[in-house]
């Protein structure tokens, strides 16, 4: 069966829907290992709380900031780098951020200080904030739209596992060089891949528009009218298709400016997403999530295991990684369900799709995840066997997936423009999950695990995962009555 192809390609070979299928890889590869790389320079350090507050002469729960507003600050760079590279394009931005992202990961090892290493740590961060958003629109500006399903998991694959750093950071307290070696071996990732981006990455901003304007055919009088007349009037607009881009052309360091993006606008319109429903979903989702799965579990894991009954040693402290490996790899296998059950309901549904159909597989998800917090919260309060933390996490690492994958497809589904919504998605699961983990310690040791994990945290996962009910039944409802608001006329303006 032949494909409609779109976005509609252009025959100039520059059009980077045109290019390669090795070089769109490569850029993908790339993105993706960066997504992997960022998260995990988040969440990795999780091990070294209890060392860092021993080295600095500070309380855990301090030491533990290190982590929390360093992830705040990833979200919040969005706001800056996003309309950045909307507006200036993706191929300086990305160098940008990887040079500064590596620029403070080699701080952070020579820190000395608690302020220091705080400082670096902000810098990376912000570095790499860029990460989340920039392999989605790269995605976009490569791959036609049946292709972007498929790549778009690839990269969703390496977010997720960023978390499976704690392992590795817990094994190279044996390496010699303490916490630094850490911070050693994800610079010389990030250097790796800034030689990479800057070989590989061209720019993807690309006016296809103007690249495939019609030709207009001289009409009788014009093929009559004598040419000192063409000259002076309208010509015939004939273009030559031009040739492709050297590779030295393509290591240039200026990118695609856009005068059509307003850069300050672009900022304040994506707080515009926070009042949409379906929007509002996605970022409360990915917070929850993140601020359980990334940060409570990374902050309270090292810590339980390493005292009685449990007494591991502190290398072994980064071991509850394997939960999120189990628990993402057994969720993978389910990545194209909502498509298979968004087309099976099409089908019945005389060949008209809507956004609900792919919420169902959804179901068995918003109970388990739940469920593994509490036994995670009941396992820390009671003092059971350690295989209970690892299945407690692992179920809710599989339930995140769903989470994480399909309401950001079903958020898509619903409004297309997604880049602005990005942004507000950034923003808010970080501010999000840095309110779940800033105060965790505090909390656990005043009212216990039970009361604060199993009770608390596992009551507001389950009230937002039941929300897709609402959506499930009212959803098309909802986005009728969105779409007659001024603010989604307003959005879809945007558009163009």
């Given at each position: 069966?032949?494909?409609?192809?779109?976005?509609?390609?252009?025959?100039?070979?520059?059009?980077?829907?045109?290019?390669?299928?090795?070089?769109?890889?490569?850029?993908?590869?790339?993105?993706?290992?960066?997504?992997?790389?960022?998260?995990?320079?988040?969440?990795?350090?999780?091990?070294?709380?209890?060392?860092?507050?021993?080295?600095?002469?500070?309380?855990?729960?301090?030491?533990?900031?290190?982590?929390?507003?360093?992830?705040?600050?990833?979200?919040?760079?969005?706001?800056?780098?996003?309309?950045?590279?909307?507006?200036?394009?993706?191929?300086?931005?990305?160098?940008?951020?990887?040079?500064?992202?590596?620029?403070?990961?080699?701080?952070?090892?020579?820190?000395?200080?608690?302020?220091?290493?705080?400082?670096?740590?902000?810098?990376?961060?912000?570095?790499?904030?860029?990460?989340?958003?920039?392999?989605?629109?790269?995605?976009?500006?490569?791959?036609?739209?049946?292709?972007?399903?498929?790549?778009?998991?690839?990269?969703?694959?390496?977010?997720?596992?960023?978390?499976?750093?704690?392992?590795?950071?817990?094994?190279?307290?044996?390496?010699?060089?303490?916490?630094?070696?850490?911070?050693?071996?994800?610079?010389?990732?990030?250097?790796?891949?800034?030689?990479?981006?800057?070989?590989?990455?061209?720019?993807?901003?690309?006016?296809?528009?103007?690249?495939?304007?019609?030709?207009?055919?001289?009409?009788?009088?014009?093929?009559?009218?004598?040419?000192?007349?063409?000259?002076?009037?309208?010509?015939?607009?004939?273009?030559?298709?031009?040739?492709?881009?050297?590779?030295?052309?393509?290591?240039?360091?200026?990118?695609?400016?856009?005068?059509?993006?307003?850069?300050?606008?672009?900022?304040?319109?994506?707080?515009?997403?926070?009042?949409?429903?379906?929007?509002?979903?996605?970022?409360?989702?990915?917070?929850?999530?993140?601020?359980?799965?990334?940060?409570?579990?990374?902050?309270?894991?090292?810590?339980?295991?390493?005292?009685?009954?449990?007494?591991?040693?502190?290398?072994?402290?980064?071991?509850?990684?394997?939960?999120?490996?189990?628990?993402?790899?057994?969720?993978?296998?389910?990545?194209?369900?909502?498509?298979?059950?968004?087309?099976?309901?099409?089908?019945?549904?005389?060949?008209?799709?809507?956004?609900?159909?792919?919420l169902g597989v959804m179901l068995p998800a918003m109970l388990i995840g739940p469920a593994g917090v509490v036994l995670y919260g009941l396992t820390a309060e009671k003092g059971l066997h350690w295989i209970c933390f690892f299945i407690g996490g692992a179920m809710n690492y599989w339930a995140a997936y769903f989470y994480f994958s399909f309401t950001l497809a079903y958020a898509v589904d619903c409004y297309q423009h997604n880049t602005e919504m990005l942004i507000a998605m950034n923003i808010g699961k970080q501010v999000i999950s840095f309110g779940f983990?800033?105060?965790?310690?505090?909390?656990?040791?005043?009212?216990?695990?039970?009361?604060?994990?199993?009770?608390?945290?596992?009551?507001?996962?389950?009230?937002?995962?039941?929300?897709?009910?609402?959506?499930?039944?009212?959803?098309?409802?909802?986005?009728?009555?969105?779409?007659?608001?001024?603010?989604?006329?307003?959005?879809?303006?945007?558009?163009?």
């Amino acid at each position: 069966m032949t494909i409609a192809l779109f976005p509609v390609p252009s025959d100039d070979p520059n059009d980077p829907l045109q290019w390669s299928e090795f070089k769109k890889t490569m850029i993908l590869i790339i993105c993706s290992a960066y997504s992997f790389l960022a998260n995990a320079s988040i969440i990795g350090p999780s091990p070294y709380i209890d060392l860092w507050a021993a080295e600095f002469g500070i309380e855990p729960t301090k030491a533990s900031e290190l982590v929390s507003y360093p992830n705040l600050v990833f979200g919040l760079g969005s706001l800056i780098l996003v309309p950045m590279y909307l507006k200036y394009g993706r191929r300086p931005v990305m160098l940008f951020s990887l040079v500064t992202f590596a620029a403070g990961l080699i701080g952070a090892s020579q820190c000395t200080t608690y302020g220091g290493l705080m400082a670096a740590r902000v810098i990376h961060c912000f570095g790499s904030s860029v990460c989340e958003a920039l392999p989605v629109q790269l995605v976009n500006d490569i791959f036609f739209l049946h292709e972007r399903g498929e790549r778009i998991g690839y990269y969703t694959v390496c977010l997720c596992l960023g978390t499976f750093a704690s392992l590795p950071a817990g094994y190279m307290l044996s390496g010699g060089y303490s916490w630094r070696l850490f911070f050693y071996v994800e610079f010389a990732f990030a250097m790796l891949l800034l030689i990479l981006s800057f070989l590989y990455v061209e720019e993807t901003s690309y006016d296809r528009k103007a690249a495939i304007a019609p030709y207009t055919p001289p009409s009788d009088s014009e093929k009559d009218s004598p040419p000192e007349q063409l000259e002076q009037g309208v010509q015939p607009t004939i273009s030559a298709t031009p040739a492709r881009k050297s590779f030295v052309q393509t290591l240039s360091l200026r990118g695609r400016f856009d005068p059509d993006v307003p850069f300050f606008m672009t900022i304040a319109r994506s707080f515009s997403y926070f009042l949409i429903p379906q929007s509002l979903w996605v970022i409360t989702t990915f917070g929850i999530n993140i601020g359980l799965s990334a940060l409570a579990f990374s902050y309270t894991f090292p810590i339980l295991i390493v005292s009685p009954p449990y007494n591991w040693a502190v290398t072994n402290s980064g071991l509850f990684a394997i939960a999120a490996v189990v628990g993402y790899g057994l969720a993978i296998p389910f990545t194209t369900s909502s498509d298979r059950l968004a087309a099976y309901f099409t089908k019945r549904n005389a060949g008209i799709r809507e956004a609900e159909f792919r919420l169902g597989v959804m179901l068995p998800a918003m109970l388990i995840g739940p469920a593994g917090v509490v036994l995670y919260g009941l396992t820390a309060e009671k003092g059971l066997h350690w295989i209970c933390f690892f299945i407690g996490g692992a179920m809710n690492y599989w339930a995140a997936y769903f989470y994480f994958s399909f309401t950001l497809a079903y958020a898509v589904d619903c409004y297309q423009h997604n880049t602005e919504m990005l942004i507000a998605m950034n923003i808010g699961k970080q501010v999000i999950s840095f309110g779940f983990g800033i105060s965790v310690l505090t909390w656990v040791l005043d009212k216990g695990y039970g009361v604060v994990i199993s009770g608390v945290f596992s009551g507001v996962l389950l009230a937002n995962n039941l929300v897709l009910l609402v959506f499930w039944v009212f959803g098309k409802r909802i986005r009728k009555f969105m779409f007659q608001t001024r603010l989604l006329r307003s959005i879809q303006s945007r558009k163009g």
